[in-house]
C-alpha cells in the first residue's frame, strides 16, 4: 500500500480508466495496477471504488467487458473501450486539460 | 446512445439478476487470486498473501453492494422490493384489504358505469366527418312565458331555412322513426322507417354505399315513392343484393324503388331501418311543428352568420306560431352543436347521476381513509424499528404510498370488472332508442378516467394517514406500546359524520324519487288495467288510406277478435290511456257563452266498445255506437277534463265543435302522457274521442304516420296463446298487416315512466350503496375502539362496571358520529334537493314520511353497525388484558 495517496478528485477517475484502456484490454487488476503505474503511485484505486465505475461505466456503452485468459491462465473479465468510450476519452482529455490549465493560472496569479 | 445502453443493461439487470450476480462474483474472485499470485510470485507465504488480499479488498460483499447501487434500473429493483413488501403486508391483514379492495371496487364501478354514459353522449365525437360544424336550431322565448329549448320546425320555416339561409346546408326528418311494414320475400317485417328530406345525409356527410341520396325531385310533394336502406336491412332483408337500386321493394303496401343502399357502419340521428323522403309541405304535416331540423355550417361560413340569417328569416314569417298564446313576447334563435342539442332534455339527468356517483367515492375515500389511519397508527413499532434501524422519512412514507397506490390499482381493476357488469345491467334497463347514441362501451377514454380516480382516491385516503404519521416521535412511538390518540379518533369520527352526511342526502333524495314514482303508478287512472290486452300495427299502408277499407278492417279484425275463447270485449283505438295522443289544435267551440274559442285537445279516434273494453265510466251522455256511420251526424265524446276546461263544468252535451260535430257523452279523464302541457308525467289530458267511423280519408294517411292503432281485447281470466291468436285474428282479415308487438297496461305505464323508473333505479342503487360504505365505516370504527381500548376496557370491568356499560362507552362513539352526520346530512338535504322539484310529482321536496324513512334507515343502520362490534367486549377477559401488560 502506498504512503502518499491522494484522494481522486470527483470525476477523475473515469477519464483515469478511459486513460488506462486507452492503450488495450485489461482486466480489473490491470487496470488498478496501470493507473498506479500511470500516476506514479499517486494514484491507487481500491476495489470498492473501481468495480462500481467499471460496470456504471459499462452500462453507459463507453467500455465493454468480455471474459479471457489473464497472464498466468486465471479466467478474468478484460474491459476495452468501445466507439463511444474513445470519443468520451476525447472529451474528458480535453475537458480536464481547460480545467487543469485554468486551475495552473489561478494559483500562479498574484 | 447512452440511455439506450443503460436501458438495455437496466432490463438485463432486471430480468437475468441470478447470471449478472454470478458474472460479478467469479469477477471479483478473479481479481483477489490474480492479486493473490502477485504476491505469492513476490514471496509472500500463500496464507499471508491471501489475509493481506482480503484485508486490501475490504470486504468482498461491500464492493459487491457497491457495484449493485450503481447498477442501472436499481431504482425499479428497490420499487419492486417495496411492492413485494407491500402486498405481503396487505397479505398479513387480509380482513382490511378485502374492505379496502371491496370498497373501491364498488365505488369505482359505479362510477365507471356511469362516466361510460356520460363519455357516450357528451365527450366522445359524433359518428360523422367534421361533426363540430353539425347543429340543430333552439329557440328562446322571453316574455310572460320563457323557454329556451328546441323546437321542431314547420313546413314554412323549413322552406326558408332550405332557401334563404346560404351559411347553412340544413335537412329536416319526420321526428322519430316509425314502424313501417316492408314485404321481403314471402315475409312481412316491421321495420324502423325514417322519413327524411333531400340532402338529409349530405348534412351528416354520410355517402351511399350504392346508388345516391334523395334528391330535390324525390322530395317534392307527391314525388316518385324511392327508399334507401341501411346496410343492415340490405344484407339481411336481401342477401346484399348488389343490383338492389332500381328495383322496387314493397313497402306500406306500395311499390317503393330502392335508390341506395348507405355503407357499413353509418348511422343517422334517427338510427331507422331504412329511410324514406319526406317531401314536406306548408299544409298537412308542415302546418304544425311536426319536423326535425340538423344544420351543417357550409365552408367559410361562421354561427354567426347562419344565427344572423336565420333570425332574419324567421323573424319575419307571415304567421308566429310562437305568439299565439305569448303575446309580446320575445322570440330569438340560435345555434346549438348536435351533440348538445340532442341530449339536452338528458342532461341534467346523467350530469345528476355523476354527481351522485362523485359522491359515493367521496364517501368511500372518507371510509378508506379512516382505515388506513387506523392501519399505519397500528404498524407504529414497525415503522419506529425501520427508523431505528436507519430508514429515512422519505422511505418509509413511500412504502406507505406505494401500498395505497397498489391498493388503489387494484381496486380501480376489480372496479372496471364491476363497472362493466353495472353498465350491461344498466343498458338492460333502458328502453330501446332510449339514449340518442347507438352503443356505450368502456373505451380507452373510459379507462383512463378510471385509472386517474382511482390514483385520485389513494390520494385522498392516503393523504390524512400521510398528514398523521409526518411528524413522528421516535422516542415516544419506542416507548408506547400502541398509540390511541384521542385527536385521531376524534378525526375519524368527523369522517364519518360526513360520509353519513353526504349518504342521508342520497337516501333522501332517492326515498324523494320512489315517492314520487308510487305516486304516480298508483294514480286513479280512470279505466281498469286489469286484464286487458293490447296489440299495435302501423295502418301507414296504401291500401287504407281509404277510409272505408279502414273501416272494414277494424270492423272485421274485431269481430274476429271477439271470437277468440275467453275474450269479453274488443275495441281499436289511435291511442291508450297512459300513451301520449295525438294533439289537435284546431278545435273551435261553435255556439253557446264560448263560442269562438279554440280548444287544444288530445284526439282519438275509438270504435264503438273502446269505452267498455277498457272500463272507462260514461259519466254522461251515450257511449259511440254502431250507428255512429260516416254519413251521419259527426259525434263526439269528451272527457271530464275537457268540460272542465273549455265549459268551466256547463253540461257540454249537445254543444257543438268544429261546426257540425256534436258532444253526445262525457266519460271519465284517464291518466295519460301529455302532449300540450307537460307538466307532469301522467295527467288527465283534456280529450275528444271521435268515432273511428267518421275518420276522414284525408287526415287518415298523415295521423297513422305519426301514431299506430291498438287494438285492445278484454278477457275475465289470463288466456293462454292470447297473443298468438290475436295475430291469427287480424291474419285472417289482412295476412300483410303485422303486429308490431303486445302490451299490457302495465307495459304501457312502464314505458310512459320509463324515466322515472331509471331515476329511481340508479339513485337507489346508488343510496343503497352509500349505506353499505356508511354502515362499514361505523362497524370499522368501532371495531377498532374495541380493538384498541381492550385494556382500557378490562381494567373498566376489573373495576366493576358491567358489560353491558362497557359496550354502551365504546359503542356511543359510533353512534354519536352517525348522529352528527345524521343532523348535517338533514341540514344539507333543506339546501340541495331544492333542485329536485322539477323532477318530483305528488310531493313536496321536504317531505315528512321520506325524512322519517331516512332517520329510521339511519339509525337502524348505525345500532347494527354499533353493537356487532361491541359484541366482542363480553369476550374480553379483564385479568388477561391485565396480565397482557
Redesign the interface.
Known sequence: MGSKQTTLLQGTLDLLILKALGTGELHGLGISRRIEQMTRGTFVVKPGSLFPALHRMEEAGWLSGFWGESENNRRAKFYRLTKAGDAQLEHETEQWTRVATAMTQALKAT | ??L???VR??LRNLLRKRQVEA??D???R??A???T??RIAAGVPASEARRSVLV???GVE??KQ??R????GVRIELLWQDLRYGVRQLRRNPGFTVTVLATLALSIGANTAIFSIVNALMLRSLPYPHAERLGVIFTRIRGPITSDERHHVNGEQWELLRDEVPALLSAVSGARPTGVNLQAGPHVQYVFQGRVSQRYFDVLAVQPLLGRNFSEIEDRPHGPKTAVLSYGLWRSAFAANPNIVGQPVLLKGEPYTVIGVLPEGATTPLNADLYTALQPTRDGEGGGTNFELITRLRDGATWQEADAQINRVWLARSSRYELHDKPGAQVSYYTVPLQQGQIATLRPQVLALMLAAGLILLIACANLAGLTLVRVLRRTPEVATRLALGASHWQVQRQLWIENLLLALVGGAAGVGVGFVALRGLLLLLPQHFLPVTGVSLDARVLAFTLLISVLTSMLFGMLPALATRRFDLRSAIGTRMSTDSGHLALRQVLIAGEVALTVVLLTASGLLIRTLVHLETLPPGFNPAGVMTARASLDEARYHDAAAFRELLNESIAAMRRIPGVENAAVGLSLPYERALNEGGLVISDGKEAGQSAMAAAVYVTPDYFATLQIPLLDGRAFTDADRPNTQRVAIVNRAFAQKFFHGANPIGRHIDKDMVIVGIVESVEMAPGIDPTAPLTGEETLYFPAAQAESRMLPMIHVWFQPSWIVRTARPVEGLTAQMQHALASVDPDLPFSGFYSMGDVLAKTLAMQRIEVALLSTMAALALVLSAVGIFALVANIVAQKSREIGIRIALGSSIQQAMLHIGASGARAASLGLIAGLVLCTGALRAMRSVLYGIGVYDAPTVLAVVLVLASVTIVATILPTLRIAGIDPAQTLREE
Do not use: F, K, P
Open positions: 446512445m447512452q439506450l445502453s443503460r443493461s437496466a458474472q460479478l467469479e469477477e471479483l478473479a481479481y487470486e490474480m492479486m499470485d502477485e486490501e479488498i475490504g461491500q464492493v457497491a457495484v447501487d450503481r447498477r442501472a
